[in-house]
């Protein structure tokens, strides 16, 4: 008795040990390939930068965004004659520092994608595997929703959501994900269906996996793939999309150092003082731009059929 | 052909209906009733407002003012704009050929160069000039497009002064509208300089619009060439000692189209989201700038209206392209 328990222990440590190594041996191959691609790790580095400025944004940032300098309105950067080092990115026309908005800027923008590819991601994944998994007219449905949304551009469905919801930062992330959750719930059905009647999910039935095992601890783990390369276009659409509402106004609002709000409240200053105009635009296109890079690096390193080539 | 035809229709009608469903609930879910919106802050006395309510049928039961909606919109009925008074329809028709004309020099723009780029760069992949392409393909694609239009603002109409900021002609210029194009009317008027002003008004929003759909075509086409340029037809035509210009020009490029196709197609949506954007920066007079506009002025029936006909717009481009497709790719149409 004892012994055979000894033994059940000894080959479970060691399953679980090949089972550590396989994931390890898995992440390193991943690793590989992703550094191969040195836009990705530009990306990766770049945007791991943002997300530290993000976090540390108090201790970085050299002023309070919102306080008004009242003797220095409209102050150009520093290599401009009448910068000066206090305001090195210059002064937005109510006098604040521009770059204190946008280090304070940059936690908006990051927990836009987070929160918009969560919710988008999560409802994308359960509505895909319960169309994918249950056909029949249930599938039908879901599809001929999803085929609605898609038939709207994702910016106008927005705005309107927007419009029922009330202009906010919250509402614009509510209507973001839900104009991008299609997508998710395409890739998750197609890769259900490429699955559900593969031999290893045959074999967990017949062993008496109940539907809810079967849909998220034996199917979704080889539809991640896809998924993850969604996931990071995904949340730079989100950041592009929440500074366009946020630009139309109907996003975030002032005086809230939003990137999309901040371009919006410099607009009829652009023939006077570019760099109200030049650098929160800065901002958004080398985050979302990092971003991409990483994404694609994710799509080369995750697609076999790429690195078989 | 047929019924590749009539499988795509039965996709394609419940959509529609669920595209009326949405802009039905639209005007509905909005916070106060439409009346309310209509009456604005001055308010409403109650009688006043039960007749309205039963004058423009609010008070039947849902699905009744949904079967009426419909039946409107076949009519070619979608409501009366609050600011203006006019039919929806007809401020629509009024101002699309003008978002028609911006999308259509955006497309080409992006057409024209994007699939030159992309095959260059297949054909010399790995090569600096891949990597540049691809570079700034992907900047273009990563480009918030609103800033963007301000950039090219600041550069071309604040320091260089080479093109107006705004609009869609001088307002120097006086001629009747035959097509709605702002540049074939100009020339078919005659006057003098009018084709050179539209031209130039054209020309920065459709930059502007082009950025997106051009970085796309360019990176869908070199990868579309790439796995055409590995297949053995291919190094057959080579070893046949065809020119390389006539191996990629005929054999790939043809094959290499078909999945570039569908992405211009595709590209539809982008160009009417980034419309949007594009006329609100340069105060172009299309459909874009009117939904943003009646948005803000809480002009729902407009709205209502442009959703239906957007989304039906695009609906139909992309049945056409799924026919094209169908078209050249036999294998889709026999599936």
């Known amino acids: ?309 | 052909m047929f019924r590749f035809l009539i499988g795509r229709l039965g996709l394609l009608i419940p959509t529609f209906f669920g595209v009326t469903l949405v802009a039905f609930w639209f005007i509905r879910l909005l916070p106060g009733d439409p009346l309310d919106l209509l009456a604005g802050e001055r308010g409403m006395d109650p009688e006043r407002k039960a007749q309205l309510m039963a004058q423009m049928g609010f008070d039947k039961p849902w699905w009744q003012q949904y079967f009426d909606y419909v039946i409107n919109i076949f009519h070619g009925d979608l409501g009366v704009s609050f600011a203006s008074k006019k039919p929806v329809l007809v401020e629509f028709l009024t101002l699309f050929p003008a978002t028609v004309e911006l999308s259509l020099c955006a497309i080409i723009i992006a057409i024209c160069l994007g699939i030159p780029a992309g095959i260059f760069a297949a054909v010399k992949r790995g090569s600096a000039a891949d990597q540049a392409i691809m570079g700034t393909a992907l900047v273009g694609y990563s480009m918030p497009i609103f800033w963007w239009g301000l950039l090219l603002i600041i550069l071309f109409s604040g320091i260089l002064q080479w093109t107006p900021v705004s609009g869609r002609i001088s307002l120097m210029y006086f001629f009747p509208q035959v097509t709605g194009f702002m540049l074939i009317d100009s020339l078919l008027s005659g006057e003098k300089g009018a084709f050179a002003s539209a031209l130039s008004h054209l020309i920065l929003p459709s930059i502007v619009l082009a950025t997106i759909p051009l970085a796309v075509i360019a990176r869908q086409t070199r990868s579309a060439m790439l796995e055409v340029l590995g297949e053995d037809y291919v190094r057959t035509a080579r070893a046949k000692g065809l020119s390389p210009a006539r191996v990629i020009g005929l054999h790939a490029l043809r094959n290499a189209l078909i999945p570039v196709i569908t992405t211009i197609g595709l590209q539809v949506g982008v160009l009417l989201a980034g419309a949007i954007l594009t006329e609100t920066i340069f105060s172009w007079p299309g459909i874009g700038k009117w939904l943003v506009d009646s948005i803000s002025r809480r002009d729902y029936f407009v709205v209502q209206g442009g959703l239906l006909l957007i989304a039906g717009i695009i609906m139909v481009v992309n049945l056409i392209v799924d026919l094209l497709y169908g078209l050249i790719n036999p294998r889709i149409r026999h599936n």
């Open chain 1, 1 to 309: 008795m004892t012994k055979s328990t000894s033994t059940e222990l000894a080959t479970e440590t060691v399953l679980e040990r090949e089972s550590r190594n396989a994931t390890k041996a898995m992440l390193t191959e991943f690793w590989y390939y992703f550094s191969q691609n040195k836009g990705a790790v530009i990306g990766l580095v770049v945007f791991a930068v943002l997300v530290a400025v993000a976090l540390l944004a108090p201790l970085v940032a050299p002023h309070d965004p919102d306080v008004q300098y009242r003797d220095a309105l409209l102050q150009p950067p520093f290599w401009q004659d009448g910068g000066s080092f206090a305001f090195p990115l210059g002064t937005d026309a109510v006098g604040r520092d521009i770059l204190s908005r946008l280090i304070f800027g940059s936690r908006f923008s990051l927990f836009i994608g987070v929160v918009v590819v969560t919710i988008a991601l999560v409802g994308g994944i359960v509505i895909g595997l319960v169309a994918g998994y249950a056909r029949g007219w249930v599938d039908t449905l879901i599809m001929r929703v999803m085929d609605i949304i898609l038939a709207f551009p994702s910016l106008l469905l927005a705005l309107v959501l927007v419009a029922i919801l009330g202009p906010g930062l919250v509402n614009a992330m509510i209507a973001i994900a839900i104009v991008l959750q299609p997508h998710f719930v395409r890739l998750t059905r197609a890769a259900v269906l490429a699955e559900v009647n593969r031999d290893y999910v045959v074999a967990a039935r017949v062993a008496g996996a109940g539907h809810l095992r079967l849909m998220f601890k034996t199917i979704l783990p080889n539809c991640l793939a896809p998924l993850i390369v969604q996931a990071t276009l995904s949340f730079s659409n989100a950041i592009l999309d929440a500074a366009a509402l946020g630009f139309l106004g109907m996003g975030a609002q002032p005086p809230t150092p939003e990137w999309g709000t901040m371009l919006a409240e410099a607009r009829e200053f652009i023939l006077r003082a570019w760099w109200v105009v030049t650098f929160p635009g800065l901002a958004i296109l080398i985050t979302v731009l990092a971003i991409n890079l990483v994404g694609d690096g994710l799509r080369d390193a995750l697609d076999p059929k790429l690195k078989r080539s």
